[in-house]
C-alpha cells in the first residue's frame, strides 16, 4: 500500500470511516496526514496528546507495523470511550503520509512537514518512483487536506509501533514488554523545601499503584478484531 495510491485511499477511507463511527471528527492537512481528534466539551483550547503512526506499508515489514499504531490509537479511543472516561484535553489519532518512503523520498515525509523539518511546498512536488507528483496524487485520491500542517501542538506524541517480522514470536520469544523507569524529582536542598520533595515521591508512588492496578484488570477492547 504505498502512499498515495489507490491502495493508499482505500485504506484512508476506511481508518476515516471507523474515526467517524468513533465519533471523531476528521480532518486531513495538506500533506495529506489524517486525524481523528476527539475534543471534550470545555477543553477545545488545551494542547492534545497525539497518538499514531501510519498506513502505507512496505514488503516484509511485518504485518502490524505503522498500522497497529494507527489502530491500536482508534481503539484506546473507542474504549476509553466505552467505558465513560472524559480526558481532560482532546486527543488527535492521526495516519501520517508517506512514512515508509518507497514511494516518495525522503521516508516519514508527513511527520517531517508536519514537524516543520521539511517545507510543505517541496513535498508536494516530489517525484515518486513511477514518476507521480505527490501533490497531484494526493488531489486524485481526495486527501490533499484543507489545514495547514502543524495545526495542532500537541502537548505528548505516544506511538505504539511493532519494527520487525515474526521472527520473535515464532521462535516463542516475549515481545511487547514495557518497561517504565520512574524518578522522583528530589529538591537538591530538601531542608529548604521538604514539601516539594515529599509531593514529588507520593506522586510517583500514585503512577506506580495506578499501573499495577491497570495490570490487573486490563480493559477489553470493544474492535480489537481490526487488528
Known amino acids: 500500500r504505498?502512499?498515495?495510491?489507490d491502495e493508499d485511499k482505500a485504506g484512508r477511507d476506511l481508518v476515516s470511516r471507523w474515526m467517524r463511527e468513533a465519533g471523531l471528527t476528521v480532518v486531513t492537512d495538506y500533506i495529506g496526514n489524517l486525524f481523528?481528534?476527539?475534543?471534550?466539551?470545555?477543553?477545545?483550547?488545551?494542547?492534545?496528546v497525539m497518538t499514531g503512526s501510519h498506513i502505507d506499508t512496505v514488503?516484509?515489514?511485518?504485518?502490524?507495523?505503522?498500522?497497529?499504531?494507527?489502530?491500536?490509537?482508534?481503539?484506546?479511543?473507542e474504549t476509553l470511550k466505552a467505558s465513560g472516561f472524559v480526558p481532560a484535553r482532546p486527543i488527535a489519532v492521526v495516519a501520517f503520509t508517506n512514512e515508509e518512503g518507497v514511494r516518495y523520498a525522503p521516508d516519514m515525509l508527513g511527520s517531517l512537514v508536519y514537524a516543520g523539518g521539511y517545507p510543505l511546498e517541496q513535498a508536494l512536488a516530489t517525484v515518486g518512483?513511477?514518476?507521480?507528483?505527490?501533490?497531484?496524487?494526493?488531489?486524485?485520491?481526495?486527501y490533499a487536506g484543507t489545514?495547514?500542517?502543524?495545526?495542532?501542538?500537541?502537548?505528548?506524541?505516544?506511538?505504539?509501533?511493532?519494527?520487525?517480522?515474526?521472527?520473535?514470536?515464532?521462535?516463542?520469544?516475549?515481545?511487547?514488554?514495557?518497561?517504565?523507569?520512574?524518578?522522583?524529582?528530589?529538591?537538591?536542598?530538601?531542608?529548604?523545601?521538604?514539601?516539594?520533595?515529599?509531593?514529588s515521591v507520593c506522586n510517583c508512588?500514585?503512577?506506580?499503584?495506578?499501573?499495577?492496578?491497570?495490570?490487573?484488570?486490563?480493559?477489553?477492547?470493544?474492535?480489537?478484531?481490526?487488528?
Open 205 to 227: 508512588l500514585r503512577i506506580r499503584v495506578t499501573i499495577n492496578e491497570g495490570m490487573e484488570a486490563p480493559p477489553k477492547f470493544p474492535n480489537s478484531s481490526r487488528l
Open 147 to 199: 489545514v495547514a500542517p502543524g495545526f495542532l501542538k500537541p502537548c505528548a506524541f505516544v506511538e505504539a509501533h511493532i519494527e520487525q517480522g515474526p521472527i520473535l514470536e515464532t521462535e516463542g520469544i516475549t515481545i511487547g514488554a514495557v518497561f517504565i523507569h520512574i524518578v522522583p524529582q528530589l529538591n537538591p536542598n530538601p531542608k529548604e523545601d521538604i514539601n516539594k520533595t515529599v509531593s
Open 36 to 48: 481523528g481528534i476527539w475534543t471534550p466539551e470545555g477543553c477545545a483550547e488545551t494542547e492534545p
Open 129 to 142: 518512483t513511477d514518476g507521480a507528483v505527490l501533490g497531484k496524487e494526493l488531489k486524485r485520491i481526495g
Open 59 to 77: 514488503i516484509n515489514a511485518g504485518q502490524f507495523d505503522g498500522c497497529y499504531g494507527v489502530l491500536a490509537a482508534l481503539e484506546v479511543v
Open 2 to 5: 504505498l502512499a498515495a495510491s
